[in-house]
DNA sequence: AGAATATATTAACGGCGTTAACAAAAAATT
DNA sequence: AATTTTTTGTTAACGCCGTTAATATATTCT
């Protein structure tokens, strides 16, 4: 009926907060079943508001995607201060990316499994985007495996691939196969990263 | 306006019919895109008709499904009745679905990434469906290998797992990063079978 | 105080999946 | 051959959806 009484303020603190009741929609939901009407209702505001802060709901799905990359390319940078091993570094990068998708399948579903929020190569090169970071830091930890001697000379991106399409791999299966049990994800997940990374080396 | 002239004579045959307009529209639009409304404009009929012949836009998807599935266990039987060599039965199996990903990737996508219209695992066992026959005999090559002594003493399971982890991750992969680049995919491809059948190989 | 701007609302458009009510053709029964 | 029943199709409608237009009210600026 009446109009809201508390306003917001603060314009990037309310978009903050609709933007974390989007990711906990999506999630929940799914990507299929998440809705403007019901977020909306969530936030308890009207479904118009919404498109005073996003454009549209693709809008909304880029931010949470910007977001997670953020993080993720701050947490690479970390491990990579930490770890002196180049080897060792990408084992553990390599981990952190399946780990993450193990303990948040549907996160890590609506991420890189949706409808691409990024557009076409070109699009994402001149975009300036953090998943474009993301995936070059990735680059440069392999890069340096190369430069160490530790890894048989392949190009970095085909090996980045690999990597990343064994973690994309075990996360689509742990979500879609009904048949393949939870325990054993674990198993799955260490003997892939095994095998990948003593393929790699020398 | 008025009432179709041509009926259909051969229910099965009509119901054919539209499975294969509904492939076509699932795999060129989209599952998301996809809609009853336009399925109905495609075979020049009224949407509700559609509902005489499938119970709902999932029991459309599932057909679709338990086609290709029903396809890809005569296949790998056949490869099985060829080859004699337990490996190469594997990896000719193996290649034969990354190959149809390759080629058929919003199929693969389909069929393997949607919302499971195959329920929980206990569902999926009971029914008797013939994705469940396929996942079978696949193990049973996977079996096979082991009983020869040619592959080291995993359970055929995980092994089967592994597989179709990497088959899934290279079809997503190709499918959703936009900076994956397609010739690139060939290489990746290869790799991936080399390095994983060399380390499950005893 | 008044003008301008930012924030929120309701109403509406055109789409969707699905069900209900109904019509007509085909098949079965008498 | 006439009539009942079943199958196959239709239109209309319900309650969702994303999004835009028009509008009202609060806040900020001058």
Do not use: W
């Given at each position: 009926?009446?109009?809201?009484?508390k306003?917001?303020?603060?314009?990037?603190?309310?978009?903050?907060?609709?933007?974390?009741?989007?990711?906990?929609?999506?999630?929940?939901?799914?990507?299929?079943?998440?809705?403007?009407?019901?977020?909306?209702e969530?936030?308890?505001?009207?479904?118009?508001?919404?498109?005073l802060?996003f454009?549209?709901r693709?809008?909304?799905?880029?931010a949470?995607?910007?977001e997670?990359?953020?993080?993720?390319s701050?947490?690479?940078?970390?491990?990579?201060?930490?770890?002196?091993?180049?080897?060792?570094t990408?084992?553990?990068?390599?981990?952190?990316?399946?780990?993450?998708?193990?303990?948040?399948?549907?996160?890590y579903?609506?991420?890189?499994?949706?409808?691409?929020?990024?557009?076409?190569?070109?699009?994402?090169?001149?975009?300036?985007?953090?998943?474009?970071?993301?995936?070059?830091?990735?680059?440069?930890?392999v890069q340096?495996?190369?430069d160490?001697?530790q890894?048989?000379?392949?190009?970095?991106?085909?090996?980045?691939?690999?990597?990343?399409?064994?973690s994309?791999?075990?996360?689509?299966?742990?979500?879609?196969?009904?048949?393949?049990?939870?325990?054993?994800?674990?198993?799955?997940?260490?003997?892939?990263?095994d095998?990948?990374?003593?393929?790699?080396?020398?």
């Open positions: 009926m009446g109009v809201k009484e306003r917001a303020k603060y314009r990037e603190e309310f978009r903050q907060e609709i933007l974390d009741a989007a990711r906990e929609l999506f999630i929940t939901e799914g990507y299929e079943n998440f809705s403007m009407r019901k977020l909306a969530k936030i308890d505001y009207s479904a118009t508001t919404i498109y802060y454009k549209n693709d809008d909304l799905l880029f949470i995607c910007e997670f990359f953020g993080n993720f701050t947490r690479l940078n970390q491990i990579r201060l930490v770890s002196r091993d180049p080897v060792e990408l084992r553990q990068a390599f981990l952190y990316l399946m780990n993450f998708g193990l303990k948040n399948p549907y996160q579903k609506l991420i890189f499994f949706t409808k691409s929020v990024y557009g076409s190569r070109e699009e994402l090169v001149k975009k300036e985007s953090m998943a474009r970071t993301t995936y070059l830091v990735f680059k440069e930890i340096d495996c190369i160490a001697g890894m048989r000379q392949t190009e970095a991106d085909v090996i980045v691939d690999i990597l990343v399409v064994a994309h791999g075990l996360i689509t299966k742990n979500i879609y196969c009904a048949n393949f049990l939870k325990e054993r994800s674990g198993t799955v997940a260490r003997t892939l990263v095998v990948l990374l003593r393929g790699l080396q020398k």
